[in-house]
């Protein structure tokens, strides 16, 4: 696969990575996946990199679910990989240290939408789509759909897309909860996502990254375990060069320059 196929570039702290098959509604196989791993890895390995934004080339798409051709021939066994390359894809997005954005561009179908589910944040564009049709093909989604889905927009609601198949507009989904944004066109899309992905690239490093690991355990650990792992990174915070420079601007009535020590 040619690195054409998922476009990478850096501005201003921001690496945006693009989804780039267009011709296909930048479906999803099985390289177009190893290769989003490949560069969110160098994104989280990228000091210079403070937050991602993914999106999809063009207007029609994010991503609209995997590429069905190779479903062809598969069994319970062959299959297998296809699946836990999914899942680890979007358990890496989701666990990172570095916020990211899904600035959703048209469909988000099956895959396309799982793996903006594993983003932090959903912005999308009035002409974005949502959906896990998977059960229209004989399937369920397998990319960690069944599980984030229902954690983010309640089990009956998720229930009811997954069991139908039925895709839903961008209004539907905010109104739901499985989006933060709508934006009236995807050229709006792609600068409220920006705006956003720079004012939090302005944000002290290390406290995103420990927030964000606090917030992810609410979803999977007792609300006990969860509050004490809180107090732990609540401390932790304070012995940092940020939380210093943070005080003192306030307290001195300036902008901080946070260096994300």
């Not at 969110?40 to 990228?46: H, N, V």
Request: include cysteine.
């Amino acid at each position: 696969m040619s690195e054409e196929s998922v476009l990478y570039e850096v501005s201003d702290g921001v690496a945006t990575i693009t989804i780039n098959r267009p011709k296909r509604l930048n479906a999803l196989n099985v390289a177009t996946v190893q290769r989003l791993r490949d560069l969110f890895q160098k994104a989280e390995q990228d000091d210079s990199v403070r937050v991602v934004i993914l999106t999809g080339a063009g207007e029609k798409a994010f991503a609209a679910g995997a590429d069905i051709t190779e479903f062809q021939d598969k069994d319970s066994s062959t299959v297998r990989p296809l699946a836990e390359n999914g899942q680890a894809l979007c358990t890496y997005i989701e666990s990172m240290s570095k916020p990211v954005i899904a600035a959703v561009n048209g469909y988000a179908l099956g895959g396309g939408c799982e793996i903006a589910m594993a983003c932090d944040i959903r912005y999308a564009s009035a002409n974005a789509r949502f959906g896990q049709p998977e059960i229209n093909l004989g399937i369920i989604p397998g990319f960690g759909g069944t599980v984030r889905l229902p954690r983010l927009v309640g089990l009956g609601v998720a229930k009811e897309l997954v069991y139908t198949g039925d895709q839903i507009k961008a209004d539907e989904a905010l109104r739901i909860g499985l989006v933060n944004k709508v934006f009236d066109s995807v050229d709006a899309l792609r600068e409220g996502a920006m705006e956003l992905a720079r004012r939090l690239a302005k944000k002290p490093g290390v406290a995103i990254k420990l927030a964000k690991r606090s917030l992810n355990n609410s979803w999977v650990l007792p609300l006990k375990d969860s509050l004490e792992f809180e107090v732990d990174v609540f401390c932790e915070v304070f012995d940092t060069e940020d939380m210093r420079e943070g005080v003192d601007a306030f307290l001195n009535r300036r902008e901080p320059q946070f260096k994300h020590k």
